[in-house]
């Protein structure tokens, strides 16, 4: 419930400040756009291969941190296992596409909730799902996840290329 909780916080101001901050450290949105497509095409092949890529993994020194504490919920948990690079990333820029359409970012923000809510049902009833679906059946569902993830990514880069101008239309 905590690490649930502390990743919709951490998510939803990404959400409604992000942009702002990227603006005021001369960071524009192709380039948030790009790079969270490289982050989001390296989970996604994580998943894909069943490899670390090391853009959902933690350091050494972070895992030594985490073995002395008993709550797990702030790390690693809310960050960065649920809400990552790529998720924060995500988040600015699906607010950022729906800029002054206050229905677009209600819609946006309520989505964000809604799949935060999914998250935490999963996580309650992880085992429950594990022993339902076996280990085949989580590698199967995890490497197709992974194809629409790196879609996705692949659509993300494309946009940021096209937005940046660097290459004329």
């Known amino acids: 419930m905590r690490g649930s909780l502390i990743s919709a916080a951490i998510l939803v101001a990404f959400a409604l400040v992000g942009e702002p901050i990227l603006k005021t450290l001369g960071i524009t949105l192709p380039a948030l756009r790009t790079a969270g497509g490289i982050?989001?095409?390296?989970?996604?092949?994580?998943?894909?291969?069943?490899?670390?890529?090391?853009?959902n993994s933690t350091t050494a020194e972070e895992e030594r941190e985490a073995a002395g504490k008993a709550d797990i919920a702030v790390f690693p948990l809310a960050t960065p296992l649920i809400a990552g690079p790529g998720a924060m990333g995500a988040?600015?820029?699906?607010?950022?596409?729906?800029?002054?359409?206050?229905?677009?970012?209600?819609?946006?923000?309520?989505?964000?909730?809604?799949?935060?809510?999914?998250?935490?049902?999963?996580?309650?009833?992880?085992?429950?799902?594990?022993?339902?679906?076996?280990?085949?059946?989580?590698?199967?569902?995890?490497?197709?996840?992974?194809?629409?993830?790196?879609?996705?990514?692949?659509?993300?880069?494309?946009?940021?290329?096209?937005?940046?101008?660097?290459?004329?239309?």
């Open 39 to 55: 982050l989001l095409l390296l989970m996604g092949i994580e998943l894909v291969f069943a490899r670390s890529s090391g853009a």
């Open 91 to 169: 988040a600015i820029l699906l607010m950022a596409n729906q800029q002054g359409d206050f229905v677009g970012q209600a819609i946006v923000l309520a989505s964000l909730l809604a799949i935060l809510l999914l998250t935490f049902v999963s996580l309650l009833l992880a085992g429950r799902i594990n022993a339902l679906l076996g280990v085949t059946g989580m590698h199967v569902i995890m490497r197709v996840m992974g194809v629409i993830l790196c879609a996705l990514a692949v659509q993300f880069i494309f946009d940021g290329i096209r937005n940046s101008g660097l290459i004329p239309m």
